[in-house]
């Protein structure tokens, strides 16, 4: 589906222009660029069938069919034309005074950098089985107005179990409830709205302690909710 901001232009005439100046291009810079003979050869037929078809679109005489023809044509058009870009319009080999020729834009190599996360997650935390609980995320109260989409991006939910009281932890578990994030042995990633968490078998009456953060999908990372527990059915 052809996009607003696409490259390729929306108007049919002007995919068709784009494909001849590509042609002319292509045929002039297929050393250099490292094309195959077979890419233009593929292209010079489609060309030709878009041509022919839309020159029919403008008739008195056009009909259902012809419009459906147009479609598959100028489909099958855009699509290589597609290939072409993706496979063989990179910098390198193309310099930025390549791109205006191709009827392109210069990319912009300046990576916009993400923020930081502000809001802060927690999670609601239901019931769901024998050693299962099910987190459902949501902002924490206070923190909606900080929401961004730009940078809320994905969470990373530390959780930890706590045996009863007078039962020594095993393996990772915790020896006390935690007063540092960090002290949460286990790690997920999630950009779920909800997970279900599927404790060790016997974990039931253990008490699970949970802390989430956001994190921009890069290397930014929110402030952690305050540190919440249940106790695992």
């Not at 008739?59 to 489909?75: K, L, M, Q, Y």
């Not at 019931?127 to 099910?134: Q, V, Y």
């Not at 940078?151 to 020594?168: E, Y």
Request: hydrophobic share 40%.
């Amino acid at each position: 589906m052809t996009m607003v901001k696409d490259w390729l232009p929306h108007a049919r005439v002007g995919q068709l222009n784009m494909a001849k100046v590509w042609l002319t291009v292509l045929n002039a810079k297929k050393s250099a660029w490292g094309i195959p003979q077979t890419v233009i050869d593929d292209l010079q037929p489609l060309i030709l069938a878009a041509d022919t078809v839309l020159a029919q679109l403008t008739s008195p005489d056009r009909t259902s069919v012809i419009t459906a023809e147009a479609n598959r044509i100028f489909g099958d058009l855009a699509a290589y034309l597609r290939f072409i870009k993706d496979r063989y319009f990179k910098t390198p080999p193309l310099i930025a005074e390549d791109y205006p020729s191709l009827l392109l834009s210069i990319p912009d190599a300046t990576r916009t950098p993400r923020g930081d996360p502000r809001a802060q997650v927690t999670a609601e935390i239901r019931r769901s089985g024998t050693d299962m609980l099910i987190l459902a995320y949501k902002y924490a109260e206070g923190t909606e107005h900080l929401a961004d989409a730009h940078t809320d991006v994905s969470k990373q939910l530390r959780w930890g179990l706590l045996p009863p009281p007078g039962i020594a932890p095993a393996g990772a578990e915790l020896a006390g409830p935690p007063g540092d994030p960090l002290a949460l042995p286990q790690v997920i990633d999630t950009r779920r709205r909800t997970d279900l968490i599927n404790f060790p078998v016997g974990s039931s009456g253990k008490t699970a302690w949970f802390c989430i953060r956001l994190h921009n999908g890069k290397s930014g990372y929110g402030p952690w909710c305050p540190l919440f527990s249940a106790v695992v059915p």
